[in-house]
Each structure stands twice: as C-alpha cells, then as structure tokens.
C-alpha cells in the first residue's frame, strides 16, 4: 500500500512561518507530481503549491505553481535523498488555516484533486493570535 505522511502542522501566530513535508513509502517521490492542497470546512480542496516530477515530459513547463494566495510566500522543495517534500510557509495569515494535505500523481494539471493517485491524511495547520 503506498502511503504518503505528512508532518510539521501545528498552531502559528499570523506573520509566523511553518514548514510542513511529505513523506512517501514504497515509491519514490521524484517520479511524481506532489501537490499540497488545502481543506476548509465548507469548501473543496484547493491546490496551493505543487512540484513537478522529475521525469515529467512537458519541457517547457514550470517546476513549481502556486496558488495566488500564497505565491511569494510559499516555496516548495524537494529533498531528494531523504524522498521528501517540503513545504515552507513564510508570514502566514489567518487564512491559511486549514488541512493540508500532499498528493502525488502523473498529472497534467497541477491543480486538478482528481488527477491524483495517491493521498495523505492531512496535518493541520493553524494562524491564529
């Protein structure tokens, strides 16, 4: 069973940073997209930042998208021999709160939930004074 766990969720006050990373057994990581979404009550799922993989064969693409709401603010990384992703999360707001959640899949757009194989249980982050 492929599983991907999340870690680093937690509380932070607005303005603070977080840094959340996904981890992957059974498969490596650079073979797949890894998307981090995020849930609110309420709401669907919402692609905030997502890294190629490194076989992908769309050239000219870029290797990493963000969200509007979070670009610049956001940067997402690979740690290749650890088969992780990172997730930094810099000057944080109060809506950003939520679930996030990493996926992983051959996809052709970043920010589609449907496109994704493989899903995590989610960590929950929270900015709040």
């Known amino acids: 069973q492929v599983q991907l766990v999340e870690s680093g969720g937690g509380l932070v006050q607005p303005g603070g940073s977080l840094s959340l990373s996904c981890a992957a057994s059974e498969f490596a990581l650079t073979s797949y997209t890894i998307t981090w979404f995020r849930q609110v009550p309420g709401k669907e799922r919402e692609g905030v930042a997502s890294i190629r993989s490194l076989s992908s064969p769309d050239g000219p693409a870029p290797e990493s998208e963000y969200s509007g709401a979070v670009k610049r603010r956001f940067v997402i990384s690979r740690d290749i021999p650890r088969n992780l992703v990172y997730r930094q999360m810099d000057r944080l707001k109060a809506e950003d709160t939520g679930v996030y959640t990493c996926?992983?899949?051959?996809?052709?757009?970043?920010?589609?939930?449907?496109?994704?194989?493989?899903w995590g249980q989610g960590t929950q982050v929270t900015v709040s004074s």
């Open positions: 996926a992983a899949g051959h996809v052709r757009t970043w920010w589609a939930r449907q496109e994704y194989d493989h």
